[in-house]
């Protein structure tokens, strides 16, 4: 395996980060195992205070360590590619730290695991910076569209000279091949430029053009034209020239493969060469040569260019309207039967191999088959669009048929036993090859899932060669000891590796077999991808040697096919599902209706039939669409771990244009999704119902308070000065009164106007106080009446009112999404203040708190004594400054104070109250309000 790191358009155009690259998002990917940066984009670099990306390559960030730090241990906790993970992270932005949520994700590329960090999208994506992130020197990037123009290009592109003429070649391979990019070396008038053309959408994609490597190349070519000068002009032709600069670049890229590859190049120096490249070509040997090829929707061949009759003959070449098993047996090709498998998925699939046929001999030509499913715009399949390469030049014998040997029936993976018998079949060839003397008659354990006759058990091990083995279509691979003899073409194709020397660079069977947790086995691919198999294993004799046959199928092949249901069953459900009230849809992998039940087609209003096909998304409202959206992806892609078991509520769009509430639940399906809808508009109207009644006895509530505390005053005042009157009498303030029956008289009137005033507090539902009618008191023992003390609903008066004034505005500050915290202290003072003005203060400064304080604060409300004695109200904001609330003066300038403060300010003042404004640093605004307490004297006129 190569240690060169994938280049960066490799990753750019990989299918799991081409959308998350178009969106602009901040992207960097590490090396799972390194955890050494391998990728990033423009956005990324300067996430991690890099002006490109090479910087961020190469030196690793320069701020926010703690958060790369954070995703290194956030990626070591996944497992498996397409595991993703979301933390959270505090990022600076000016003075202040901010919150936000990021992704770490496991994928694949080339063999590697990389894990990428992907952060927030961007409020405002531009498709400028895309091509952003490295410098003139390193490279130069564009965005093309389909139709060839230039979407967008980096600084200096335009003096590389490369236009859309220059890349139609590169766009026909891309468009005929399974590869996300290609490489060319196109030539202009400013020099030769290594490129690379990736596709990032339907519509876009990318160019990364190499300008480290063009210098090199152009250094190359100045001293290949130093060392031809000699030659006289006009021998030398331009061809002859371009070849051999090419020439001249392979001898260039091979040094540099020899020498250490860097950790994390940014663009490849070094493309895909040949393991061995002749010093010069021989004009008289063939080139291999490419044809394209295509089938309808059943499967059948409809197209195919004439090279391929070219390369075998016309005769070998009339395949049209056949299928590819047809071809196995007439004309013979070897393999067509696996690529025939391959074609009952609709998926793309490259580097497959078989064996054609050429006319006339007895000779057949190796064809590479690649393919990619091609659909109509209602997204149904319409078949397969392909290319292959015949390799001429590389034509061999045709294979002797041979008779098909029995196959052992598959069976599930290795148990421990098994296990130990295949190590104990090891060590004996080992030892065999070492040329210990055993006996060959000796009882040797050989696994074997099912054996078709006993005689066959009792025989000698089976002698095979390659020619029988290259003919079986299951996976075989012969080992003798611990070194691996031969594998099958069924073999290159099922692991896709593509010689029998990339196998045993791999690791062999010990680096390409493992089990998993499950105890199944699993074949590590060439691409490192985890392919369910089952092994039959077999001793066999191999060239005059023991040696041992493994047998390998994937698991999918074995599975046995379930029983077709039972029609009547089907309806049965079908009927069911029918009646039920709530409604069905199922959902295809693509994210499209596939069916509607009766009650689904009646909450939007529709017919099955006419929306079979269309986007899931497109029966909800636009606000409801997106987080649709959102968790059928999630859904579909395998991540559904993080969805709401207990549904989403969404809005329903009516075929009429109406919308309906509706609950909704996702299940997945094997294949697609199913959601089921619930009409929720009567728990709707119940909910507003309730809102609506609890607001009618608010309002009910508030009315009785302003009336009672009208009625208090009306009938307490009088009261309180007949009681100060009759005790002013008493004591004699302005001189005695003469007789002493009148200070029995003043007593009785103020006994009696207390009793009334305690049956007035009961009316009015206020907490009772002890009252005992007192006894006169001889004249020369009468004292100054003693203070009255606080009554006990003082506090409660007060703090009833700010606790209904932060009723008022708690819906205004939960639509702001502002938490209002009130701490109300249960003694205070006593205050002459009115109940119904201190609501108002406090609403007054309440709305001005909410007003100017943004979304995520807080406002804190609290009651207090004093350490004057005095009632302390104090409501506390964190929002903007109070010299920025002022509200501006006539001639524009902001020195008047705010109208809300303006209000407040003159409401305390008129109860005799202190009014403070104070401006917290950091933290907003802080108001507070001190209360007179009320002082109980006697009057005096």
């Excluded at 793309?348 to 590479?368: E, F, H, L």
């Excluded at 919308?659 to 399906?669: A, D, E, S």
Aim: aromatic share 4%.
């Amino acid at each position: 395996m190569s240690t060169i790191a994938p280049p960066f358009i490799a990753f750019a155009t990989h299918p799991a980060l081409r959308g998350r690259f178009v969106s602009a998002r901040p992207l960097v990917a590490i090396h799972a195992q390194s955890g050494a940066i391998a990728f990033a984009n423009a956005a990324g670099a300067r996430f991690f205070g890099r002006g490109t990306v090479a910087a961020l390559v190469d030196d690793g960030p320069s701020q926010e360590q703690v958060v790369f730090r954070q995703f290194i241990v956030a990626s070591a906790g996944l497992q498996e590619p397409g595991d993703i993970r979301t933390f959270s992270i505090h990022v600076a932005r000016g003075f202040r730290r901010i919150a936000m949520d990021v992704t770490a994700s496991l994928f694949v590329l080339g063999g590697e695991r990389y894990a990428l960090l992907e952060g927030p999208l961007p409020q405002e994506s531009a498709i400028q910076s895309l091509v952003a992130g490295f410098a003139p020197e390193e490279a130069h990037l564009a965005v093309i569209g389909s139709d060839g123009a230039m979407r967008a290009q980096s600084p200096g592109f335009e003096g590389t000279g490369i236009d859309a003429d220059l890349l139609r070649d590169a766009f026909g391979d891309l468009a005929a091949g399974a590869d996300t990019y290609v490489e060319r070396l196109v030539t202009t008038e400013n020099g030769i430029w290594p490129l690379a053309l990736g596709r990032l959408s339907s519509d876009l994609f990318l160019l990364v053009v190499s300008a480290e490597l063009a210098d090199e190349i152009a250094s190359q070519a100045a001293a290949l034209s130093t060392e031809e000068a000699a030659e006289p002009a006009g021998q030398r032709s331009a061809r002859d020239a371009i070849a051999a600069i090419d020439e001249s670049l392979g001898v260039l890229l091979r040094a540099e493969e020899e020498e250490p590859a860097p950790t994390n190049p940014v663009i490849r120096k070094v493309p895909g060469e040949p393991a061995h490249r002749p010093e010069a070509e021989d004009p008289a040997t063939e080139r291999p040569l490419r044809f394209v090829w295509r089938t309808d929707g059943d499967g059948r061949i409809s197209e195919v260019s004439g090279e391929l009759a070219e390369a075998v003959g016309a005769e070998m070449a009339d395949i049209i309207g056949r299928h590819f098993e047809e071809l196995e047996r007439d004309p013979g090709v070897i393999g067509a039967a696996a690529i025939a498998r391959l074609m009952d998925e609709t998926g793309t699939w490259s580097g497959r191999t078989v064996d054609w046929p050429v006319s006339g001999t007895d000779t057949v030509v190796p064809v590479d088959l690649a393919a990619l499913p091609t659909f109509t715009r209602e997204r149904h399949f319409d078949g397969f669009r392909g290319f292959g390469l015949v390799r001429r030049g590389e034509e061999r014998q045709r294979p002797a048929p041979v008779a098909p040997q029995p196959k052992a029936e598959p069976a599930p993976g290795l148990t421990e036993n098994e296990r130990h018998a295949l190590d104990e079949i090891a060590s004996r060839l080992r030892a065999i090859d070492a040329g210990n003397d055993i006996d060959a008659t000796e009882d040797a354990p050989v696994i074997r899932r099912r054996v078709a006759a006993p005689s066959e058990a009792a025989a000698s091990p089976p002698g095979l060669d390659a020619a029988h083995v290259d003919t079986e279509t299951d996976a075989m691979l012969i080992q003798s000891g611990a070194v691996v003899r031969h594998a099958n073409p069924a073999f290159f194709m099922l692991s896709g590796y593509g010689s029998l020397d990339a196998v045993i660079a791999a690791g062999g069977t010990d680096a390409l077999v493992e089990r998993g947790r499950d105890d199944r086995l699993f074949l590590i691919t060439a691409d490192g991808t985890r392919l369910a198999v089952s092994l039959h294993l077999q001793a066999v004799d191999w060239q005059g040697q023991r040696a041992l046959a493994l047998t390998l199928r994937p698991e999918t092949a074995i599975m046995p096919s379930r029983p077709a249901p039972d029609t009547e069953e089907v309806d049965e459900l079908g009927a069911i599902l029918e009646t039920a009230t709530d409604g069905i849809v199922t959902i295809d992998t693509a994210g499209n209706i596939r069916t509607l039940s009766t009650a689904a087609g009646a909450l939007f209003g529709v017919e099955s039939e006419n929306v079979t096909g269309t986007a899931f998304a497109s029966l909800f409202a636009e606000e409801s669409r997106n987080a649709v959206e959102n968790h059928l992806d999630r859904l579909l892609n395998g991540r559904a771990g993080d969805l709401m078991h207990e549904g989403m509520e969404v809005i329903g769009r009516e075929s009429s244009g109406g919308l309906i509430p509706l609950f909704m639940t996702l299940g997945r399906l094997p294949r697609g999704a199913c959601a089921i809808l619930r009409d929720i508009t009567g728990s709707k109207q119940r909910e507003d119902d309730l809102r609506a009644a609890r607001r009618e006895a608010r309002d009910a509530e508030e009315e009785r308070n302003r009336y009672r505390t009208a009625l208090r005053h009306e009938l307490r005042q009088p009261l309180e000065a007949i009681i100060s009157l009759s005790e002013t009498m008493d004591e004699e303030a302005f001189g005695p009164v003469g007789d002493q029956r009148y200070h029995a008289i003043a007593r009785e009137i103020g006994e009696k106007s207390r009793h009334a005033r305690v049956v007035v507090g009961r009316l009015l539902g206020e907490p009772e106080r002890d009252w005992q009618p007192q006894k006169p008191a001889p004249v020369a023992e009468r004292r100054p009446p003693p203070q009255e003390a606080a009554p006990v609903h003082a506090a409660a008066l007060v703090n009833d009112a700010i606790a209904e004034a932060v009723s008022v505005v708690q819906p205004r500050a939960n639509a702001r999404r502002i938490i209002i915290r009130a701490a109300l202290s249960p003694s205070l003072a006593e205050t002459p203040s009115d109940t119904e003005t201190l609501k108002q203060i406090a609403l007054e400064l309440l709305q001005e708190a909410i007003h100017f304080t943004p979304a995520g604060g807080q406002v804190v409300v609290s009651t207090a004594i004093a350490a004057s004695g005095e009632t302390a109200l104090r409501f506390r904001d964190n929002g903007i400054a109070p010299s920025r609330r002022r509200s501006p003066t006539a001639d524009g300038e902001s020195n008047g104070e705010n109208p809300r403060l303006a209000r407040a300010r003159r409401l305390a003042e008129g109860l005799g109250a202190r009014f403070l404004v104070h401006a917290v640093p950091n933290e907003g605004m802080l108001v507070e309000v001190f209360l007179p307490s009320k002082e109980v004297r006697s009057l005096h006129y």
